[in-house]
Nanobody
């Protein structure tokens, strides 16, 4: 059974940093593109960042470029999202997701999802 477990969320002041982790199991991690998505209250789930299964190309939503960095450690079956210079607008539940071999930023193309971790940024 595929499991994705996020951790690292919390409450931080604007301008601060958090590092999210997503530990994957039950899949051949290196063959999956991994993504981070977020959902704020009353809003649709939206793409934040992704890292490709092959070549580790990275992709970012425009509002987080230069502030967030996605990375993966295939030996640890873990994907990370380093979030710097956080803004109140970043407040959301952050979800880790996986899709086999595809390279995509589209929420509806990801197959497996974690339970989410809350990120709250105070002003």
């Amino acid at each position: 059974q595929v499991q994705l477990v996020e951790s690292g969320g919390g409450l931080v002041q604007a301008g601060g940093s958090l590092r999210l982790s997503c530990a994957a199991s039950g899949l051949t991690f290196a063959t999956y593109t991994m993504g981070w998505f977020r959902q704020a209250p009353g809003k649709e789930r939206e793409f934040v960042s992704a890292i490709a299964w092959v070549g580790s190309s990275t992709y970012y939503e425009d509002s987080v470029k230069g502030r967030f960095t996605i990375s993966r450690d295939n030996a640890k079956n873990t994907v990370y999202l380093q979030m710097n210079s956080l803004k109140p607008e970043d407040t959301a539940v952050y979800y880790c997701a996986a899709v086999w071999t595809k390279v995509t930023t589209k929420v509806d193309e990801y197959r497996y999802w974690g339970q989410g971790t809350q990120v709250t940024v105070s002003s």
